[in-house]
């Protein structure tokens, strides 16, 4: 039990609670359900693997390991792993070829910057874990803020099926968990990691 002897019971038992709920949050798309793309983009995929691939790049920075952190990230990678290996299977070919372009760009060229630039130009601890948080910040929000483009489509079609309330409810509530257990755990960037 060393790793969880830095957070009180009241932060872990929060942590816990955070993941269950990003773990909700990260099986939210249907892609397999109904077999099809239906038009939707891949960038929200390609951002949460990007934004969990950075969070355990952080956690393991960080001078207290946050396992909790490092675990559902990774649960997160796999699952939008999956789901970009679904949209790459079920998408028509131009939105595959992007999805592959964009994904090659992003989650690998942009993360080994990253990681050589944290790693060799950084190279005070300290300073290393606060760019990278704010880094990690910054993915965040995009990916907290990528379901807001469904908008424009609920008011287009005067439907709320692209966005479901359950979806929006879920999100609201990671977000808080995430706040309170970051203040817990008196770390700024996992309490505004949305």
Same mark, same amino acid.
């Given at each position: 039990?060393?790793? +969880?002897?830095?957070?009180?019971?009241?932060?872990?038992?929060?942590?816990?609670? &955070?993941?269950? @709920?990003?773990? @909700?949050? %990260?099986?939210?798309? &249907?892609? #397999?359900?109904?077999?099809?793309?239906? &038009?939707?983009?891949?960038?929200?995929?390609?951002?949460?693997?990007?934004? $969990?691939?950075? #969070?355990?790049? *952080?956690?393991?920075?960080? !001078? !207290?390991?946050? +396992?909790?952190?490092?675990?559902?990230?990774?649960? &997160?990678?796999?699952?939008?792993? %999956?789901?970009?290996?679904?949209?790459?299977?079920? $998408?028509?070919?131009?939105?595959?070829?992007?999805?592959?372009?964009?994904?090659?760009?992003?989650?690998?060229?942009?993360?080994?910057?990253?990681?050589?630039?944290?790693?060799?130009?950084?190279?005070?601890? =300290?300073?290393? /874990?606060?760019?990278?948080?704010?880094?990690?910040?910054?993915?965040?929000?995009?990916? %907290?803020? $990528?379901?807001?483009?469904?908008?424009?489509? @609920?008011?287009?079609?005067?439907? @709320?099926?692209?966005?479901? =309330?359950?979806?929006?409810?879920?999100?609201? /509530?990671?977000?808080?968990? #995430?706040?309170? *257990?970051?203040? =817990?755990?008196?770390?700024?960037? /996992?309490?505004?990691?949305?």
């Amino acid at each position: 039990m060393a790793i +969880f002897s830095s957070q009180s019971p009241c932060a872990f038992a929060l942590g816990i609670l &955070g993941n269950v @709920v990003s773990f @909700v949050v %990260f099986l939210a798309p &249907g892609i #397999w359900r109904k077999k099809s793309t239906e &038009g939707f983009q891949s960038l929200p995929y390609i951002a949460a693997l990007f934004s $969990a691939s950075m #969070w355990i790049y *952080y956690a393991f920075l960080k !001078s !207290s390991s946050d +396992f909790l952190l490092i675990t559902i990230n990774s649960l &997160g990678c796999l699952i939008e792993s %999956f789901y970009l290996l679904l949209y790459v299977v079920f $998408a028509p070919k131009h939105a595959r070829m992007f999805t592959l372009k964009l994904l090659l760009l992003l989650n690998i060229g942009g993360l080994c910057s990253i990681l050589l630039l944290s790693h060799f130009v950084l190279a005070n601890g =300290l300073t290393r /874990v606060r760019v990278l948080g704010c880094i990690c910040v910054a993915v965040s929000v995009c990916v %907290f803020a $990528a379901p807001l483009s469904a908008m424009r489509t @609920v008011v287009r079609t005067k439907s @709320v099926e692209f966005m479901p =309330l359950s979806l929006s409810f879920s999100l609201t /509530v990671n977000a808080v968990i #995430w706040l309170v *257990y970051g203040i =817990l755990i008196k770390d700024f960037f /996992v309490a505004v990691r949305i």
